[in-house]
Antibody, heavy 120, light 107 residues
Framework: QVQLQESGPGLVKPSETLSLSCTIS????????WTWIRQFPGKGLEWIGYIYYTGNTKHNPSLNDRVTISLDTSNNHFSLKLSSVTAADTAVYYC??????????????WGQGTMVTVSS | AIQLTQSPSSLSASVGDRVTITCRSSQGVKNDLGWYQQKPGKAPKLLIYTTSFLQSGVPSRFSGSGSGTYFTLTISSLQPEDFATYYC?????????FGPGTKVEIK
């Protein structure tokens, strides 16, 4: 049973870098897109980006290249760094596993989420 | 980016009711649309992928249909555990985008 668990600071100061990690347990990293998604306090969901098991990445252009996603295959975790944060980055951050092999396109496994507040 | 709209934004229904939620996209997404259920304080849970495929373990009262720009999620007989918020997600083009959600409440 694959499980994902986010970890990282719950409070980040404005202009600093938000750093989160997602530990993957119970399964392989291969063939999946390891993804970050966030949910704003008003409940809207936003796709942040992914790292494929090969190391390829893609992120949401709305984040203006503030995003870095990396993968540590030896320790089975992947990470998110979001730079120059503002209060608008306050959200619950989820890591999720995406399957993208036709006909299956889905986020089938999610972490429990971690709340990150940007405030001084 | 592809915009998704959902209707209604909320609804009140009784146990046993048939409920249909719609999701429209600003451009065609073929069949690359899924549905997720979220309960308070929990992560979204996959219900339906690629328009109509039921995720393993999801009750058969949930079904999905549609194509192109118009999709529906139907709950054939609403159960107490189905009261939640439902989101559609297009997985056709980047950036992937979610609908704003439909909250299903108890009448």
């Amino acid at each position: 049973q694959v499980q994902l668990q986010e970890s990282g600071p719950g409070l980040v100061k404005p202009s600093e870098t938000l750093s989160l990690s997602c530990t993957i347990s119970g399964g392989s990293i291969s063939t999946y897109y390891w993804t970050w998604i966030r949910q704003f306090p008003g409940k809207g969901l936003e796709w942040i980006g992914y790292i494929y098991y090969t190391g390829n990445t893609k992120h949401n252009p709305s984040l203006n290249d503030r995003v870095t996603i990396s993968l540590d295959t030896s320790n089975n975790h992947f990470s998110l760094k979001l730079s120059s944060v503002t209060a608008a980055d306050t959200a619950v951050y989820y890591c999720a596993r995406r399957v993208a092999v036709r006909p299956v396109y889905s986020f089938d496994i999610w972490g429990q989420g971690t709340m990150v507040t940007v405030s001084s | 980016a592809i915009q998704l709209t959902q209707s209604p934004s909320s609804l009140s229904a009784s146990v046993g009711d048939r409920v249909t939620i719609t999701c429209r996209s600003s451009q065609g997404v073929k069949n690359d649309l899924g549905w997720y259920q979220q309960k308070p304080g929990k992560a979204p849970k996959l219900l339906i992928y690629t328009t109509s495929f039921l995720q393993s373990g999801v009750p058969s009262r949930f079904s999905g249909s549609g194509s192109g720009t118009y999709f529906t999620l139907t709950i054939s007989s609403l159960q107490p555990e189905d009261f939640a918020t439902y989101y559609c997600l297009q997985d056709y083009d980047y950036p992937l985008t979610f609908g704003p959600g439909t909250k299903v409440e108890i009448k």
